[in-house]
């Protein structure tokens, strides 16, 4: 199924089937499971069943194809697509001229496999890893078993065991290429589904902790709170389904405001809150600080006028930056390009 609309504000949509979001308008954050990103321009998002992406501002508009073909994803080749390991699971839209072709098209075929083929040989020469197509397999053959098997708290050995390979070898693999272990993407995957258990549930704590394979409720308890810093009634309070509209007006005043104004104490004034509560509540709710949001919209603001061929002179008086050279610092410390250099890219994609 392919469908174009506009998402409502700081609502979490579930995904029922793995999907691709491509966004054509919009600026400020999305979340995906409680991870905030800026940096989805110019991206294929791919998300697998049972994830939920929240759009956090009210001028996104999406692109979403459904892939009802469930055989497509027995395909080793596709997978990595969908099983997100640190990030995102994406391709950059922009490198990929098969991808363009295919979305830029009034009338979709209604085949989608064809999106599916491009995307993951884009995938594979994008290489985020820096692995071999081998090595690739080996660490989602990992992952497939850690999404099977997270309740039952294995060890690296047994994921090891499950795939029929040595634990020392999958261990260095994993922690060479993907820069986390096996432990830690185990660990990373209880809390995730936990996380969704409590958020979006209405399970006790308890009945959580035993889905999760705990035996003992009050240690899962103590293990979530010394990760999270939150324990799992007061997660549930700041994650649950009852929308508020903080996120919304909170981001409608940085949108408004972030050109003039990027002192913490200017939002937490018009938000009717101290400096300390405010950044507690952002910290809380969107995973990011109050500081990190006002960076973020500064820099969207200078992308979209580098890409509309303002001067960097003329960007950084509207940012309120003393000199040039301290607005380019600024964009190279939070983007990894020098505003020239990413006019040229901008440049080369026209």
């Known amino acids: ?40 321009k110019d991206k294929l998002i791919y998300l697998e069943k049972g994830q939920y992406i929240k759009f956090l501002s009210t001028n ?18 596709v997978r990595v697509l969908f099983k997100h390991l640190v990030s995102l699971g994406y391709i950059n839209f922009q490198e990929c001229q098969d991808c363009q072709r295919y979305l830029s ?14 995307s993951s040989k884009q995938w594979f020469w994008q290489n985020p890893f820096q692995a071999s197509k ?11 078993v850690i999404d099977q098997e997270f309740q039952n708290h294995l060890t690296h050995n047994d994921v090891a065991d499950l795939i029929n390979i040595n634990g020392n070898v999958a261990q260095e693999l994993v922690k060479d290429k993907v820069g986390f272990s096996i432990k830690k993407l185990l660990s990373n995957k209880l809390l ?38 939150q324990n799992p ?35 937490a004034d018009k938000m009717h809150m101290s400096v300390k509560g405010l950044s507690k509540k952002v910290r809380s709710k969107m995973n990011a600080s109050l500081g990190q949001l006002i960076r973020q919209e500064m820099i969207l603001t200078a992308q979209k006028m580098l ?39 901008v440049t080369s994609y026209s």
Not at 192 to 215: H, I, P, R, W
Not at 239 to 267: A, E, N, P
């Open 1 to 40: 199924m392919i469908a174009k609309f506009i998402p409502e504000p700081d609502k979490v949509y579930f995904v029922k089937r793995n999907s691709l979001f491509h966004i054509l308008e919009g600026s400020g954050s999305i979340q995906v499971d409680f991870k905030n990103y800026t940096d989805w």
């Open 60 to 77: 996104f508009v999406i692109r979403k194809i459904e892939f009802e073909d469930e055989q497509l994803f027995q395909d080793k080749e």
């Open 105 to 118: 098209n009034t009338v979709f075929n209604k085949e989608n496999a064809s999106i599916i083929d491009v």
């Open 134 to 144: 081998e090595e690739y397999h080996i660490i989602f053959d990992i992952k497939e």
């Open 192 to 229: 995730l589904e936990s996380k969704k258990e409590l958020a979006f549930t209405e399970k006790n704590v308890q009945e959580v902790a035993y889905d999760m394979g705990f035996k003992d409720p009050s240690y899962f308890n103590r293990i979530f709170k010394k990760v999270t810093g």
């Open 233 to 267: 009634k007061d997660f549930r309070e700041i994650y649950g389904l009852q929308r508020d509209l903080f996120v919304q007006d909170l981001l409608s005043i940085i949108k408004t405001y972030h050109q003039d104004k990027q002192t913490l104490d200017f939002y």
């Open 307 to 345: 890409a509309e061929s303002e001067s960097i002179s003329e960007i950084s008086r509207q940012l309120r930056f003393e000199e040039p050279n301290h607005f380019s610092s600024f964009f190279k410390r939070y983007t990894g390009l020098s505003p020239t250099e990413f006019k040229m890219k």
